[in-house]
């Protein structure tokens, strides 16, 4: 069974970088932005917490371009053939991104955030809270390709 | 400008818990089944992480009860009037959820995992792997609220 559903943009990112880049994101500040669908009280008291979960749509992505099978990571053949639910890259089915970030302000309908790796113009779905309960409540464990994949994504 | 964006189920919950409770979702085991539109190699190596991030549809979420500005979370007057970007719960705008669960076992189209709260047939949108580097690189901090209600969340 196809299930189809319909999603909006609720907020826009407005970032200086507006190149899909693999690595450095840490340092990157950006805002977000509601649509006129929202009013400021739409954001109230999210101020109260240190970091926000961010779902996004990689909207650049081609349909054409998009991996359903197993691939290599980055395409780069040093790390194992792994499944498209197994990495977080962008050609993904549905193209959407998820990624918690630091807030750094809320003022009206915009707020600001460092480490967003998402870049200009890009359609946010949603905008939740991070609360500590709802990270792993046990120690995570990975493997190595996804350790060394990671090692320049925040700071290079 | 308002976009729509298509999106698709690539994934359905079957778990044995079929109403939306507040609670206890800790221990609740379930399966994630992908459609027909994959094969196993989707899959391919997500074993070899501990836990996954399931981003779903609350589906059954009447349109006309979704809030688009500020409310008292759980309707609990003696929480504050906060934003619905400021909280989790599931009458938001695009009713997407997400949550971090522990991996039991992949076989097959087939992933085994605890503590997912999405009810028996929930349409799911992704799934990634947790890495170590996507969560918080810094302390969290949350208002005394956010703790309080999620208090028997996970365990009652």
Redesign the interface.
Known sequence: ??????????AHVASGRSAAIDDDW?EVHAKIVL?D???P??????Q????I?V?F?F?KVLPEKIE???RHPRNNKNW?????????GKN???R?G???C?LVSVSGKTIEVS?LDAIDRT?I???????????????????NW??EL?KG??QK
Do not use: C
Not at 48 to 51: A, G, K, W
Not at 80 to 88: D, E, H, K, Y
Not at 125 to 139: A, C, G
């Open positions: 069974m196809t299930q189809t559903i319909q999603i909006t943009a609720i840490g649509t669908d929202f009013t009280d739409a954001l109230a008291g999210l109260d917490f240190s970091h979960e779902i749509h909207d359903t099978g197993a194992p053939l792994v499944g498209i639910f197994a990495q977080r993904r089915p549905n959407i998820s990624t918690i630091r480490g359609p779905l949603d905008i939740k809270p991070v609360m500590q309960e709802f990270l792993p409540r046990e120690k995570t464990s990975q493997p996804a350790t990671m994504y925040w």
